[in-house]
């Protein structure tokens, strides 16, 4: 992969430059709360997320779905029917409405357009919220007050995800990747690899999206914690008596220290299994460039190097942005 390739004709070009630099973030961002994906095969990955990959639907429309990890999140994953798979919507946590209409004031000033101003959300799983738009047209919400389930026994043993873990960006402009999502949302970048990938956190976890240098814009992937490394293992056995095999792993990362094991759902989106996260005590923490080799990206030497097939995955399909689908006017709704 190159470090610095063109973006492909029609690919949202991300354009910091445009926005002035704000003195301070808009926003604490608590956590990463959900994903929403665009799916060519919603039916099945119904199916796949609920029985071989161990979350659990708690809604179900039409054409979309909602599923839960073990923790006390309404959704993880919102699956929405389209014609091309892809993100559709990455959600974080804010603590209250103020906050929220605090982030909206700040987000006017710095001219960046909201696409849902701050109120009561009409969605499944409720909260109090407003939406935005990242430099490349990725729909990002914050919420609050959100609709929260009992949480399951977060050891349990029944080896499925507690929560999501984070989301990997591919990004035509990871500079300008990393310099909206600290400046603007106060993230701090944990960690890179080399000038390819950028590892970036709202709370101790290591990261809750990384961005990945590549040729147009597009999800990567989406990790699911599970609660320890043998939950982590008993999975992967489950998804091989369910037929599904990873793409790439078991193994370990060196940045962030994690295990991953990644597979493809039916919509051919990438989905990771992955535990034992690194906790950063954010005083003390030094971000440090990883060298890209083998020895660092797979510390176990178990998974080799990932193949063209899961490269293949891992690069999605080149996304203009929420703007360009049909029906997404960017009339504040
Ligand atoms: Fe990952």
């Known amino acids: 992969m190159s470090l610095h390739p063109q973006p492909v004709e029609g690919t949202v070009k991300g ?8 003195a301070e973030p808009v926003v604490r961002l608590r956590a990463l709360r959900s994903v929403s994906l665009r799916s060519t095969a919603v039916d099945e990955c119904v199916d796949f997320y609920s029985e ?40 974080f946590a804010v603590a ?35 939406r ?29 995800p507690r929560k999501l873990a984070h989301v990997v960006l591919n990004t035509v402009d990871i500079d300008a990747a990393c310099a909206f999502y600290t400046a603007v949302l106060g993230m701090r970048i944990s960690d890179w690899s080399e000038h390819q990938m950028a590892f970036l956190r709202c709370n101790a976890d290591h990261h809750v ?3 990945n240098q590549a040729e147009w814009s597009s999800i990567n992937h989406v990790a699911y914690e599970m609660p320890s490394i043998d939950h982590f293992m008993r999975g992967i056995g489950r998804l091989r008596h369910n ?30 299994y ?23 990206s797979d510390l176990w030497g178990t998974a080799g190097p990932p193949s063209k097939d899961v490269r293949r995955h891992m690069a999605g399909v080149p996304d203009l942005g929420h703007l360009s689908r049909a029906g997404n006017t960017g009339v504040p709704s």
Not at 53 to 75: F, I, V
């Open 15 to 22: 354009d910091l430059a445009r926005y002035p630099a704000p």
């Open 52 to 91: 071989a990959w161990g979350l659990r639907p708690t809604e179900r429309d039409r054409d979309a779905a909602w599923l839960r990890g073990t923790g006390a999140e309404h959704h993880i994953l919102q699956l929405v029917g389209a014609d091309e798979s892809g993100l559709d919507k990455i959600a």
């Open 96 to 130: 209250t409405p103020r906050e929220i209409d605090e982030a909206a004031h700040r987000l006017r000033l710095l001219t960046i357009p909201l696409i849902t101003e701050p109120g009561p959300l009409d969605q499944v799983g409720g909260g109090y919220g407003l």
């Open 132 to 160: 935005f738009l990242d430099p490349e047209g990725r729909l990002i919400e914050l919420s609050c007050d959100t609709y929260s389930v009992t949480p399951d026994d977060p050891d349990g043993l029944p080896a499925v």
């Open 209 to 211: 999206i990384a961005f």
């Open 243 to 272: 037929g599904v095999t990873p793409l790439w792993g078991p193994g370990r990362h060196g940045p962030g220290n994690n295990t991953f094991g990644y597979f493809a759902d039916p919509a051919g989106l990438v989905c990771e």
């Open 274 to 296: 992955t535990s034992e996260v690194e906790q950063v005590e954010e005083d003390a923490w030094l971000c440090r460039v990883w060298r890209r080799v083998p020895e660092l």
